[in-house]
């Protein structure tokens, strides 16, 4: 209590000095900053880092119910909402080398001297990636660089197959689980992940303890559900995973793979490696383990054994509301994940602890009598490491609910020093540069926008500098607002943003702090983030201040805060990409062909080395994008007219009038769904924005057209060229109608 | 006697078969093809490559009297040519690590069990670097990554400095030779060069003995004389280093270096590297040492010491004559360096053994009654290694008499099973694809040239492909010929083109065969060649046949073999590419200015790590490219109007103008030379292709202006914008003159 009373005065002097000069925004926004207070954060940090807090261990549980203390502690109506999910749990493990020389690979991670979360090592999940398939294969081993699309490409140009082998893949360059999904799909019997040196370990930094990067002991668990299928319980999709939901059986869940597969270490995986014969491995395939890398097929064959319990389990969701004063049917939601792999200090409980923050000094502003408009709500996901569980499940519980009232859905999830990151739906970006222009970095004592503008200038003059980077600086040097990233998935705003079509913003600072090299180890622990990627939670404070201040602006405004030009423009250089692949794709088809016929690959290989022809590609017939380009057209125009009325005439509209026009936004961003979904995987309606089946992860914009022409599907991409072009249409029509709203005034 | 015999009766034998369809010189040609004998080259290099056959070595003089011997056997006049040069050999060395733990590297390669060379180790040289500058010096290292200028841009950014330190750069990305004169710059005490496992080692392929890449304990040995400056003995600039020569003391000559450096192997080198403190490496600066690269500065002290024995020693270059029937003023030359760092098995002899075949066939034909019409010169290279001795002064001291009567020097150095690798003056482009188009590529059985195309087609195909290989792919796909480079440095063509405009070519077969790992160490050895560089010696009797045929073709050919248009078109392209370099480095400068300006370097800066602001750059003026777009168009014209009047009319020139059209090209190709040199280095005469002052081996082609450009000298880049354009209009105004020529009849 002592500590709200100080903040209430500090609240009252802080607003009553700065009230002369600020709008009653600025001005909240100051006291709301001055409650945010970087030790605490970092105390509950520790305690919620304590022990493992997995789905389903007691310390999850544990911290939830903490959470749900705290949030009814601060004036919140706060529940937790439980779901029962499959989530699979070890039971016994092997991955051995056999023949003359045998080798049982260690499945744990050693404790750290000097680290107090060492004790509870025991108690944390070993080795494993949720949802691989249970199985007991021996075989020889074939390594696959990276284990993408790519690599497969160039195995069958070196003349070797993994079909019933068990496929040595590194962690990098693409989604996790895509690797072992692109190894079954290529017949492979069996999958072992290990993270490389180059990539996360010794020749990125100093390995822990002795600095951030991953020891040579340290192993990355993860899932490896197909979530570019459907994310959430594999059991329940497009339906919350309540009690008594139907569900699938286990065997009928396309999502859950079919072979074994496990993660490891790279001082383990070097006993695999070293079983490899057959050729030397690309230059580029050659990681840091030390010594010379083969692609392999017929070494010593390598046993991997896997057996899991695949039980249900609880998920514990934390939901906290705070009821909005005018417009409570429109909701502000703002959510990260509170389970980790073991500890998760960095991820998720860096970004969980600025929610947290957020919601006590929400909660003290309340206290002191300001109301926000529309309805915050503070969700604390449990289960999304496993597949975005909570969230999912909760979304699809809510669908209608939410789909009708929520204006935004703002995410995040680890958080470090540096740089501020943003992706969204593209009407936000002005939104995200405006909050971004008003907080302050705290190392350079400039705004957060600002510092990404420095960065964008230097980085754009590096030689060899991408694309990207330098339309930043282009934007940066002219002082326009700064780009913002289209959101694919990996964390909780999936089911919100491309199942039922709200507008999301995905927000964290990084760059700096140095968390890649004990991702989903046990070593993401409260030592390591303390001392490497957040040291002081410095950055846990700057994170409170610009999700908060977003939150505050969206729930308070008078007016949609969408610049809808943005958008329009965007989509208008997401199809001039999608355009230019269809070319490209043409052009390689077309000189492959060549190749094929001229038997060129027979001159250009060494005929001392195995090799292959490479399959050929399906010739590329010319699409007709009139649809989207007039769709395009349309967008632009009606984007312009509504950003111009509104600028002109939006202020002086009734209030009434005003709160139809944020209501509609709703129904304008979810104009981009649609029912049909996107080829073969309809749970993702969103027809602009996507995790891409073979990025994971990575975004894929006008997905239904751009994936259709990389995975040459030429029926698909026409019939995606027209209903693209619908969705497009009708969130041009709802413009229109905001149009027409405002014009009568 | 036995083998001449049988050879005469094959060559008469093929040679009646064959006559009634093919022209004399392919007649010839099947003739010369008949007599190369891969095991008799075998042969030579395992005798040749028996012991240490440094400058100075009991069996380098060997195989040179060896080499006497032969050719006056095969009916050549043949002598040897001595010369007495600066050439410095260690008397003592030391390099350790001082401290507590102190540890003293070794500087010698181990024996490997099962290869003969090795009891041979012994009497071979440690690791040493050629007229690097003794010193005893001791000092904290600094890692600087291939030790190139962008490089030390880096390092400039991240605050630290080489001054008084031991700098400590991996092989690679550059020539050796400047990596400690850009230390010795920056101000450093000493110069470590080590082999990075990343970059020919273990992460390249299997290490030697098992596989061709360079052991631990190998070590690459080398000159660090700066030939940039000029080549040759140090002590004899512009003259041949004759007994009685006017030498420079050791003190006065500029191109040796003033601080003591040292070659090591990596398994050494990890000693060093672990003394390193600081901030971490930058990504792209970790190689494959197993340990974490740190910048260094002020780690553990290295103690650094070299003793150099700095007498002359004799070179002995074998120069062995053909004369010709019809011009015997008009010289075609053939060269290849005999002289290795140890063995020297790929580098020299594996080209030096296709040089001694050819010269053996040109004999077979010469005693069955054939006469080259034009003279050949066979010559047999000493002190290549330590700095293109033997050639340098041999081109010094006949220097007007080879100016004069010179057509082609055609080059050779080490080859390797692959692909035909030719640059050379651009004049003689269609020359390499002629005779390219006639030799079979014995793994695929079509064109040396035709496979070039194959390969050139794939590789443009990959994703990333360059500009250099689409160019070289459209005009495979054309069937035009292939591109040739342009000539820099590292062989024994220099002094020709270079200092007095001999135009010239180097040849040779790789990309296949694996050398690299052993390049200038212990293991560069018959064991290692015989097994993975050119197993069956197959590719040095492909090189004979492509060298043969392109000396027979110009000996005996009738009109000038040069396609002029082919240079004036890539002059027209090296023109643009100097006016796009002067573009961008004016916006570089620009954005920088900016960036300096903004101070925004501070904001993209991580503040917790040093840093500092770069070196401004100079403003960059606008150039009157004038001249040379006016040379460069007169040279087109020219050119064109050259090329068509001998298609049309050269054969049915009388025999006298023939012969004075093929003297015209040797005073043409001269014409791009001019006495003022380039800047600050006037030993380099020619104005078109030079080694680049900060690339050492490779090519700038326009150097005068090119390098002006890029070193910030505005003064210098007019001047030789004028005086390139003069070279380029004497070479238009010859052209004009072999018109006149041609047109007279």
């Known amino acids: 209590m002592r500590r709200l009373s100080t903040l209430a005065a500090l609240l009252l002097s802080t607003t009553a000095l700065i009230s002369h000069a600020e709008s009653p925004t600025a001005a909240l926004e100051r006291s709301f900053d001055a409650a945010i207070d970087p030790a605490e954060m970092g105390s509950w940090l520790k305690t919620m880092s304590a022990e493992p807090n997995h789905v389903g261990s007691p310390h999850d549980k544990a911290n939830a119910e903490m959470e749900l203390a705290l949030f009814k502690q601060w004036g919140w109506d706060a529940h937790i909402e439980v779901f029962d999910v499959l989530y699979p749990t070890p039971i016994s493990e092997t991955l051995e080398v056999t023949g003359a020389h045998p080798y049982k690979l260690k499945l744990t991670e050693p404790a750290v001297p000097g680290d107090e979360s060492s004790k509870f090592f025991k108690s944390g999940l070993p080795a494993y990636v949720a949802y691989q398939g249970d199985g007991d294969v021996t075989a020889p081993a074939v390594y696959v660089n990276y284990g993408m699309p790519a690599d497969y490409d160039q195995l069958e140009r070196m003349g070797i197959s993994v079909k019933g082998k068990i496929v040595i893949t590194r962690y990098g360059k693409g989604w996790r689980g895509l690797k072992p999904k692109l190894a079954q799909d290529h017949g492979a019997a069996g999958c072992i992940i290990y993270s490389d040196p180059r990539d996360d370990g010794y020749a990125v930094d100093e390995a822990y303890p002795n600095g951030p990067a991953r020891p040579a002991e340290g192993l990355q668990r993860g899932s490896v559900v197909d979530m570019t299928l459907y994310p959430g319980?594999?059991?329940?999709?497009?339906?919350?995973?309540?009690?008594?939901?139907?569900?699938?059986?286990?065997?009928?869940?396309?999502?859950?793979?079919?072979?074994?597969?496990?993660?490891?270490?790279?001082?383990?995986?070097?006993?695999?490696?070293?079983?490899?014969?057959?050729?030397?491995?690309?230059?580029?395939?050659?990681?840091?383990?030390?010594?010379t890398y083969?692609?392999?097929?017929?070494?010593?064959?390598?046993?991997?054994?896997?057996?899991?319990?695949?039980?249900?389990?609880?998920?514990?969701?934390?939901?906290?509301?705070?009821?909005?004063?005018?417009?409570?049917?429109?909701?502000?939601?703002?959510?990260?994940?509170?389970?980790?792999?073991?500890?998760?200090?960095?991820?998720?409980?860096s970004g969980q602890i600025s929610l947290m923050e957020e919601a006590k000094a929400f909660g003290a502003l309340a206290k002191q009598g300001w109301k926000p408009k529309r309805t915050l709500v503070y969700l604390s996901w449990d289960g999304e490491e496993p597949g975005l569980l909570g969230s999912t499940e909760w979304v699809e519980q809510h669908a209608d609910e939410l789909r009708e009232k929520t204006v935004l859905y703002l995410n995040s999830d680890s958080n470090s020093r540096g740089f501020l990151r943003a992706e969204g739906n593209h009407s936000l970006r002005h939104l995200v540069a405006s909050v971004a222009s008003d907080v302050i970095d705290p190392e350079t004592n400039v705004s957060v926008e600002e510092r990404l503008r420095g960065r964008a200038q230097v980085d754009a003059a590096e030689p060899g500098a991408g694309d990207g980077i330098k339309e930043a600086a282009h934007a940066a040097a002219e002082g326009r607002d700064m780009p913002i990233g289209a959101m694919g998935s990996g964390s909780d705003y999936s089911a919100f943003l491309q199942h039922i079509g709200v507008a999301s913003i995905d927000l964290g600072y990084g760059g700096e702090g140095e968390s890649g090299g004990v991702y989903h180890s046990d070593y993401d622990d409260f030592a390591h983030h303390s001392r490497f990627v957040d040291p002081g939670f410095t950055y846990a404070a700057v994170l409170a201040k610009t999700a908060g201040h977003m939150m505050l602006r969206v729930a308070d405004a008078d007016l949609p805060v969408n610049h809808y030009a943005?958008?329009?423009?965007?989509?208008?250089?997401?199809?001039?990409?999608?355009?230019?692949?269809?070319?490209?794709?043409?052009?390689?088809?077309?000189?492959?062909?060549?190749?094929?016929?001229?038997?060129?690959?027979?001159?250009?290989?060494?005929?001392?080395?195995?090799?292959?022809?490479?399959?050929a590609l399906k010739p590329v017939p010319q699409f007709d994008f009139h649809p989207l380009e007039e769709a395009a057209e349309h967008l632009k125009k009606s984007a312009q007219a509504y950003d111009t009325a509104l600028a002109s005439k939006g202020a002086s509209l009734p209030a009434a009038t005003k709160g139809e026009l944020t209501k509609l936004t709703i129904a304008t961003e979810e104009a981009m769904t649609a029912d049909a979904g996107l080829p073969g995987r309809p749970w993702f309606r969103n027809l602009v924005y996507a995790p891409g089946r073979f990025t994971g992860y990575g975004a894929k914009t006008l997905p239904g057209v751009r994936e259709a022409i990389e995975e040459e599907r030429w029926d698909d991409a026409t019939a995606y060229i027209g209903l693209t072009a619908q969705a497009l249409q009708r969130y041009a029509d709802k413009l229109d109608e905001g149009v027409s709203l405002i014009t009568k005034g």
């Open 294 to 349: 083969h692609v392999g097929g017929n070494g010593t064959p390598i046993h991997l054994a896997v057996k899991s319990d695949w039980s249900l389990k609880p998920l514990y969701n934390v939901v906290a509301t705070l009821k909005g004063s005018e417009f409570p049917d429109q909701w502000v939601l703002r959510g990260n994940h509170r389970d980790g792999w073991v500890f998760g200090a960095t991820d998720p409980l």
């Open 566 to 615: 943005d958008f329009a423009d965007q989509v208008g250089t997401y199809l001039d990409e999608v355009k230019r692949l269809a070319k490209s794709k043409r052009d390689t088809a077309e000189t492959q062909a060549k190749l094929l016929q001229g038997n060129l690959y027979r001159l250009a290989d060494d005929p001392t080395k195995p090799s292959a022809r490479p399959t």
């Open 233 to 291: 319980d594999p059991l329940t999709p497009g339906i919350g995973a309540t009690k008594d939901a139907k569900r699938l059986s286990r065997e009928q869940a396309p999502t859950i793979l079919k072979i074994p597969t496990l993660p490891i270490s790279w001082g383990e995986a070097q006993h695999l490696l070293a079983t490899l014969d057959g050729p030397v491995a690309p230059r580029a395939w050659m990681g840091n383990v030390p010594l």
